[in-house]
Nanobody, 126 residues
Framework: QVQLVESGGGLVQTGGSLRLSCAVS????????MGWFRQAPGKEREFVAA???????YYQDFVKGRFTMSRDNAKNTVALQMNNLKPEDTAVYYC????????????????????WGQGTQVTVSS
């Protein structure tokens, strides 16, 4: 059983930065593709970023050039560095994991992932 715990959320002003972290326990991170999703009130959960076992990253168009996802297998953590934040980024951010045998495989939909964290709130004020 994989357990995920997000941290690093908070309140920032427009243009500010936050670094979200996802701590993975129960299994080693190396064999899992990881994703970040977010959900704003009244809206569907949406894909933000993903990273494959081999380290390839993918980003939703709204965050390209502003967000960077990374993984540290030795520390069993993944991170989402968020720069130039906008009020539209306000949401609960969730970390997700799925076992992947192929190094380049990632998931882009909620149903692609088997394990989820509890979420961390990110609020961007103007």
């Amino acid at each position: 059983q994989v357990q995920l715990v997000e941290s690093g959320g908070g309140l920032v002003q427009t243009g500010g930065s936050l670094r979200l972290s996802c701590a993975v326990s129960g299994r080693t991170l190396a064999n899992y593709a990881m994703g970040w999703f977010r959900q704003a009130p009244g809206k569907e959960r949406e894909f933000v970023a993903a990273i494959s076992v081999s380290g390839t990253t993918y980003y939703q168009d709204f965050v390209k050039g502003r967000f960077t996802m990374s993984r540290d297998n030795a520390k069993n953590t993944v991170a989402l560095q968020m720069n130039n934040l906008k009020p539209e980024d306000t949401a609960v951010y969730y970390c997700a994991a799925v076992y992947r045998r192929r190094g380049g495989d990632v998931g882009f939909k909620e149903r692609d992932y088997d394990y989820w964290g509890q979420g961390t709130q990110v609020t961007v004020s103007s």
